[in-house]
């Protein structure tokens, strides 16, 4: 248990300490409830042509930080090129940046300027160190407000049968579990717009709420301006990060790569961790 709170604390720390981005158009869009219920196929087929498009995103943030006993905001920016990379650089003042996260189909590097440390492992060496399974499309699809499998590379037609569909309510709810009992639950709207994606343990005491709000039409599509991240330990608010897009361009050039200087000491998982634990006391 205490390996599942400290690696989602270092998920938010990383994503929180830097974050995403706006959007060109202030359009706002509804949330729609939901209406008759679409057969199962046809639901899920509504639910890709709803997700956001792009091939390129560079986007600018700003990121309120919640630890406990701690407080803290930040400007940040997000690139990546859809289905191969991404990087994340929180840029506090003046635009200099003291952290980044670069993640790949392959590897993750973390890279802390203030300290002169990085981290830089591939997913295959991180097995057995975290209860999730690390895959690159499934963080891509929580930054833009995509459905996933957990574990899978992308939705496909395949996939749809192996989803719980509920359509009672307001809301549509959508359920899956993964390789390892994480229970990942997800809410739509009549336009099959995802509204939030919920993760769970095996035990369901640990959970963590990726919640979207504040859409606006961004090049002709609905994309959540607003996104709150949340992680509760028995109902307990443990951490979060609560992300407001102040600018997003798609389909531009964007350098994706960074270099480390060789000074830099290289850490751990297990060393960034401990870090963090002993921030937060």
């Known amino acids: 248990m205490r390996t599942i709170r400290y690696t989602l604390l270092c998920l938010i720390a990383v994503i929180g300490l830097a974050c995403l981005s706006g959007c060109k158009s202030t359009q706002k869009v509804a949330t729609v409830a939901a209406g008759e219920a679409k057969a199962h196929t046809d639901f899920f087929e509504s639910v890709r042509e709803q997700a956001f498009r792009f091939e390129t995103l560079n986007a600018r943030m700003s990121v309120d930080v919640k630890m406990p006993g701690k407080e803290m905001s930040s400007r940040a920016e997000l690139k990546m090129v859809r289905d191969s990379a991404l990087v ?101 709207d009549g336009e099959e717009k995802l509204l939030s994606t919920c993760i769970t343990n095996r035990e369901e005491t640990m959970k963590l709420e990726w919640l979207y709000s504040a859409f606006v039409l961004t090049d002709g599509q609905p994309f959540p301006t607003v996104m709150d991240v949340k992680i509760l330990d028995k109902g307990e608010l443990k951490g979060g990060l609560k992300i407001n897009f102040t600018r997003i361009q798609t389909n531009l050039p964007v350098q994706i790569s960074g270099s480390i200087p060789d000074k830099y000491q290289r850490i751990t998982l297990a060393d960034l961790m401990k870090a963090l634990q002993k921030n937060k006391e």
């Open 88 to 188: 994340l650089s929180v840029q506090p003042i003046m635009g200099i940046e003291v952290i980044r996260l670069e993640m790949d189909r392959d590897s993750i590097r973390f890279i802390d300027r203030m300290n002169k440390r990085y981290l830089a492992e591939n997913y295959a060496q991180l097995k057995g160190q975290t209860p999730i399974a690390f895959n690159y499309n499934n963080l891509q699809s929580l930054f833009v407000n995509h459905l996933f499998f957990p574990g899978e590379e992308s939705l496909t037609p395949a996939l749809y049968n192996r989803f719980l569909l509920n359509q009672e309510g307001s809301r549509a709810e959508i359920k899956a579990k993964d390789s390892m009992g994480l229970l990942y639950t997800f809410q739509a």
